[in-house]
């Protein structure tokens, strides 16, 4: 343990045959691709060890402030070119298995997707831990570790079919298991009451228990030694068997029992933006803050003194929106019931530790369960969350004394119809720090759905515009395009600091340059067109235009307005004559996303991409002047591929609906113009880029309302345009095939509810399209104005973000974990600590 493993070619591939041989039992003549990746995996991950062990002795012995990220999902992503890149390994292993055989690239492909998310909010808690990782913060991702991710999107007669992601089939070398960290955790019961040197205590007893077993996932740091913890949570039976059971001879109910403590982790629930509202992803939110609580609270005790006031100097948690929120409700039951300190005391520590970042404005995602399903389930967390209800309505009745309005509005428990108890209210009541994900979800925070918290606690309110790490964005999707940068830039810096970027505003004006970055784009687009050939059995041109709109398939998305447009795009081909034709530019508009098995009108929008790509890729008349696909089972690994490739992407929401959104800075920093309305970060993106290099339409957030009453108010034949409904008449006459369910999406915006304003802004859409074509003819401006996206997109990595949580939010400063002492290539461990690091070692210590 004193010294670390080699990384010369030698050793490397030692190391490789070593796990071929040892951890996986192959012999040299019976070993596949797959094989190689596992061995070259474990390789890897031994290495990420070393660097890990490292990270959390030397932040235990610095005592440091840590950061703990809840979340309900993590969308990681493939982890091993990730980790090469970070670890600076890739090119010393890529050589070192060229030797025995095999390309680096291949093996990447072998590698499952974990995808423990459903979408943007998982995706940013991966991208966070990246950066916190590199940024050199002491910190700590809590989630669940499902046995089943976000379901495997198929497409069946073009129909969107789900099926089980078993992703844990073939092992995870990522991960390491700890038989030592597992927590027990409670359901149902009663609570007891009982006297205590003359202090009434609560014991919560009885129901059942079950056991939360850790796994951590190593995450690395690029270019530092610092490599932080993922820590997700797998439920365990409490004990091997119920003895009772096993005794009266019932060996059968015995192992059910089991089960039924497994299948709370078992799988990730498929809705985004959406509240399910179900017993058992309350046992699941439950499970995660209990076994991350016990897990915070047991490392702040290995402290040598104990003062629980120190609390909130060590120890920041995030909530990854409100699904972790019964964390604040946890920690004061723990306080209170077990280190038996008395409420306020342990409600001070607790509103100084806790930070709530909320994801969206629609109604339909903010979470609320029915008290009676709390009491059963956690029947001592309601009895605390009516005690933080009692502390703060009192503080309310000061404010605004008798202002039932704002009683009943701040409240944490609705009481209209069934009693529920909200779950944003009780994250705002228990946080220091609230913030949204842009700057206008953030206004609208504070407007809107959380007015009257803002008034009563303005300075609580904060906003922190999202980010996407440009390590998997662009350092591992887009090699070229990062080669370019390092040569034009003379070195890797700018991976680490985005805005070097901006010196390359200079070059924009450099032929050669403007032609290398469109040589890499169609590179890239040729890997898409390989890929799209392989996947989706559909020839794509690679000097059309590609279009791409990649999300969860959802009505305020609006990727109806897109497939809309096709069709309309569609019948202009047809009407035109063959001299018209020559000038149209031609297109390839792909479109990627799950819906949520339950989401009826998601899923019939999938149904009409399908009929509609049908028709259009199989008419002759049209070839490749319009091409429309399908991409199933969109994902993080294919975003790598996609991303790289795109020249425009669609961002098109109704304004204020979407929060931030994150592909669009994905899209923009690998060089792609986006079409989009002023909606979410879209807005910043306008702001960065400037105006001339995006494409903006749409009715404008302060609108919205008053266009939705016109739209109610106006008859149909007025309100859509006739554009619009020449479309709709081709859908009725089953132009893209009699199906009943095209009718039905058609419906579901024609007769005065199309609240989501396709037909208000698809006029102006039209126009931002022509735009479009209009540049696209002109490649060298095209090129320019993609340029200018890339380099003006430094604003947007979560770097920027992390930093910004941590100086306003979190107060909390980098620790640099020591380099190891010698070189990378003999690397001997001897972790030399600084003067002042070892004088506060040694008062730990003592
Ligand atoms: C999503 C928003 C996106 C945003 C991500 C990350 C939820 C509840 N919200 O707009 O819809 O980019 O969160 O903040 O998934």
């Not at 932080?228 to 192992?255: C, M, Q, V």
């Not at 095209?742 to 509810?753: E, G, Q």
Request: aromatic share 12%; net charge neutral.
């Amino acid at each position: 343990m004193d010294s670390y493993q080699g990384s010369d070619k030698l050793a490397l591939q030692q190391s490789i045959v070593h796990h071929v041989e040892y951890t996986l039992a192959r012999t040299r003549f019976d070993f596949s691709k797959f094989h190689s990746y596992q061995a070259l995996s474990h390789s890897v991950r031994d290495r990420l060890i070393e660097a890990f062990n490292d990270t959390n002795l030397h932040f235990h012995q610095m005592d440091a402030k840590r950061i703990y990220y809840l979340s309900l999902e993590f969308l990681i992503g493939r982890c091993l070119q990730n980790a090469l890149v970070n670890l600076d390994l890739e090119e010393d292993y890529r050589e070192a298995l060229m030797d025995l055989g095999y390309k680096l690239e291949e093996l990447y492909d072998e590698e499952v997707d974990p995808a423990l998310g459903n979408g943007g909010l998982g995706r940013l808690a991966a991208c966070f831990l990246d950066s916190l990782a590199t940024l050199n913060y002491p910190s700590f991702g809590y989630g669940i570790r499902y046995t089943y991710g976000i379901f495997k999107q198929l497409i069946k007669d073009g129909y969107q079919v789900e099926s089980p992601d078993f992703w844990l089939n073939h092992g995870n070398p990522w991960e390491i298991e700890r038989l030592d960290v597992q927590y027990q955790i409670r359901f149902y019961g009663f609570v007891k009451k009982v006297w205590d040197h003359g202090v009434e205590r609560s014991v919560w007893e009885g129901g059942e228990t079950i056991m939360a077993r850790a796994y951590d996932t190593p995450i690395p740091g690029y270019n530092t030694q610092n490599t932080i913890a993922l820590r997700l949570w797998k439920s365990h039976p409490a004990s091997e068997f119920d003895f009772s059971s096993f005794n009266t001879g019932d060996y059968f109910k015995a192992l059910e029992q089991r089960q039924k403590a497994e299948y709370i982790t078992s799988v990730l629930y498929p809705n985004d933006s959406t509240d399910a509202g179900k017993e058992l992803r309350l046992k699941q939110q439950y499970l995660l803050v209990s076994a991350s609580m016990q897990d915070i609270v047991r490392r702040f005790k290995r402290r040598k003194v104990l003062d629980w006031n120190a609390f909130p100097q060590k120890v920041a948690v995030q909530l990854n929106d409100t699904h972790p929120a019964l964390a604040i409700v946890e920690l004061l039951r723990i306080l209170i019931d077990i280190e038996q300190l008395d409420n306020m005391s342990a409600w001070q520590i607790v509103t100084k530790s806790f930070n709530y970042t909320n994801h969206t404005v629609l109604p339909e995602a903010l979470e609320k369960w029915g008290v009676p399903l709390i009491e059963k389930l956690l029947p001592r967390h309601l009895e605390i969350i009516y005690l933080i209800n009692f502390l703060f309505l009192e503080k309310v009745q000061q404010k605004y004394p008798n202002n039932w309005g704002k009683l009943s509005a701040l409240s944490i428990v609705e009481e209209e119809g069934t009693k529920k108890v909200r779950m944003a209210n009780l994250s705002i009541v228990g946080s220091k720090f609230v913030n949204g994900v842009a700057k206008i979800h953030t206004e609208l925070l504070k407007t809107t759905i959380f007015k009257e918290f803002f008034e009563m606690h303005p300075n609580k309110f904060q906003n922190k515009t999202n980010g996407v790490t440009p390590r998997r964005w662009v350092r591992c999707a887009n090699p070229a395009l990062a080669a370019l940068y390092d040569r034009v830039l003379g070195s890797d810096k700018w991976v680490l600091d985005m805005e070097q970027l901006k010196q390359l505003e200079s070059h924009v004006s450099d032929p050669q340059f403007v032609r290398e970055f469109q040589m890499i784009k169609i590179e890239n687009k040729e890997r898409f067109v390989h890929w799209i050939r392989k996947t989706c059995q559909v020839d794509l041109n690679v000097d059309s235009l590609f279009d791409i709109q990649v999300k969860r398939i959802h009505e305020y998305k609006r990727q109806l307005m897109n497939i809309l447009y096709v069709i309309y795009r569609y019948l202009i081909i047809k009407e035109s004559t063959p001299e018209e034709r020559k000038r149209i530019v031609p297109r390839s508009v792909c479109f990627g996303g799950k819906a949520a098995p339950g989401y009826v009108n998601a899923k019939r929008v999938i149904k009409l991409i399908n009929s509609v790509a049908d028709v259009i890729n199989n008419d002759h008349q049209i070839g490749d002047l319009l091409k429309v696909v399908f991409m199933p089972n969109y994902n993080v690994s294919n975003a790598q591929i996609i991303i790289p490739a795109a020249e425009l992407s669609q961002h098109i929401s109704t304004a204020g609906t979407e929060a931030s959104g994150t592909s669009n800075m994905k899209f923009i920093m690998n060089g792609c113009l986006i079409l989009g309305t002023l909606d979410g970060a879209n807005v910043e993106i306008d702001e960065a880029v400037g105006r001339e290099n995006i494409f903006i339409f749409g009715t404008q957030v302060e609108d919205v309302d008053n266009m939705k009453e016109k739209m109610r108010n106006t008859d149909p034949h007025e309100y859509f345009p006739q554009e619009l409904l020449k479309v709709f008449t081709e859908i009725d006459n089953g132009r893209f095939g009699h199906n009943e369910e095209l009718k039905w999406i058609v419906d579901s915006i024609r007769y005065k509810n199309d609240n989501y304003l396709v037909g208000q802004d698809f006029k102006d859409y039209i126009k931002a399209q022509q735009q479009v074509d209009d540049l696209y003819r002109q490649p060298n401006e095209w090129a320019k104005k993609s340029i200018y996206n890339a380099i003006r997109s430094y604003k947007f990595s979560s770097d920027r973000t992390i930093y910004e949580y941590a100086e306003d939010i979190w107060q909390l400063k980098p620790i640099k974990v020591p380099e190891p002492a010698a070189q990378k290539h003999e690397r001997v461990k001897g972790v030399a600590l600084s003067k002042s690091q070892q004088e506060m070692a040694d008062k730990i210590k003592h």
